[in-house]
């Protein structure tokens, strides 16, 4: 157990602790740049508007320009498992983008953390694993871990589905982000030895995914259940308790430089809606009770990237900090962007709240986000037990 989780960090001296870096590197801004253009190009929000009423709400030559033209869904893969072999601050830069757009993608869910759940298992060259994660990289398919969309890193989860003889999986997990799109589903289980982790493809017979309907609609929900579903088995108990652990921290950990994008595109809209929105001849931006509203949310917002930044590179550089990291981030960044959504819709007024404008879309990811991977209250409150401090009481 790390100095970190037993709560001892806080008693190494400073010295000793390497200074994390927030400032963004000239590669990761020519990566944003180029993300940025994509995005702009193919996913604007007339664009995701039109596709989320198909419901189908993935475009799937917007992912492959996106994960194998761009190399974005490799980014995390070592360069000798087909990846590009970089590190979670480009991929933090990436989410950013995908948030800033409220871009429907795969790209948290897969390229993050089913990526991370993998390289978590030790995969050598040669294996299906290591055959899994180069299809993974090069953006030919997609994964998703097969857990609640509300399960939050830490703590042991809750295993629903059963490895029986030769593998096979039954049972059901609720609330799969990205199921319906996953070629391949990595599947928390419980088989004789204890936690399993199994890889199934989704079209396997025995798999049934059946779509929900999500708050946020740029992100899809699905149960998954499996009858006997044959699977094979990608990592025993030795390792998979470990492997889920990491997946979920890396995928919270990232999750918060979605929500600064999200808060960003947020107070840039609002503040050019106010400039250009007059009212008794001026513009309504120009009274002091708003500039004063925009002005606390561009302060919460400085200090969402800073957290969200020091979660990047905490997982970037393997930081003994990293639970606390992830814990602050979240505890911060999710609050930041559900107050940067709705302070968008109420301050464009009536617009803010019709369907065609795209306010609403940053809203129900926002709100959707502050539930996933664990909520705000539930990182305070491990927050609390790392750093030995009493938890709120509510």
């Not at 994390?20 to 193919?42: F, G, K, N, Q």
Request: hydrophobic share 45%.
């Amino acid at each position: 157990m790390s100095a970190a989780t037993t709560g001892h960090a806080r008693t190494t001296a400073p010295a000793e602790q390497p200074v994390p870096d927030l400032l963004y590197s000239e590669a990761e801004e020519d990566l944003r740049s180029a993300v940025r253009s994509l995005l702009t190009d193919r996913c604007g929000p007339a664009a995701v508007l039109a596709r989320i009423e198909t419901g189908r709400p993935y475009d799937p030559d917007l992912w492959t320009a996106l994960g194998a033209g761009m190399g974005a869904a490799g980014l995390l893969v070592p360069e000798s498992l087909g990846g590009q072999g970089a590190s979670a601050r480009e991929a933090a830069v990436v989410l950013e983008e995908l948030g800033r757009a409220a871009a429907p993608s795969p790209y948290l869910t897969s390229a993050v953390i089913a990526v991370e759940a993998l390289l978590s298992t030790g995969p050598e060259e040669g294996t299906e694993t290591a055959a899994l994660l180069a299809g993974l990289a090069d953006g030919r398919s997609t994964a998703a871990l097969a857990l609640p969309w509300s399960t939050a890193p830490g703590s042991r989860p809750a295993a629903t589905v059963r490895a029986g003889d030769g593998a096979a999986l039954t049972g059901t997990v609720r609330g799969v982000a990205d199921a319906a799109e996953a070629g391949t589903l990595l599947v928390p289980a419980e088989g004789p030895g204890g936690l399993g982790l199994y890889a199934v493809e989704a079209a396997a017979p025995g798999v049934t995914i059946t779509p929900l309907v999500p708050l946020d609609l740029t992100r899809p929900l699905a149960d998954a259940a499996f009858d006997n579903a044959p699977a094979r088995p990608v990592a025993g108990p030795d390792r998979a308790e470990a492997a889920i652990r990491r997946a979920l921290s890396a995928g919270a950990g990232l999750l918060a430089s979605e929500q600064l994008g999200i808060a960003e595109w947020c107070l840039t809209e609002t503040v050019r809606h106010t400039r250009e929105r007059h009212q008794f001849n001026r513009p309504v931006g120009s009274f002091q009770a708003l500039k004063h509203r925009l002005a606390a949310l561009w302060l919460d917002i400085v200090s969402a990237r800073a957290a969200a930044r020091n979660a990047a590179d905490a997982l970037a550089t393997g930081s003994p900090d990293l639970p606390v990291a992830v814990a602050v981030a979240q505890a911060h960044c999710s609050r930041t962007a559900v107050r940067a959504a709705e302070e968008c819709v109420q301050l464009h007024g009536g617009i803010g709240m019709t369907w065609e404008h795209p306010a609403h879309l940053y809203l129900k990811r926002a709100k959707a986000d502050a539930t996933a991977l664990g909520t705000a209250g539930r990182h305070r409150e491990a927050l609390a037990g790392l750093v030995d401090l009493p938890a709120p009481s509510h």
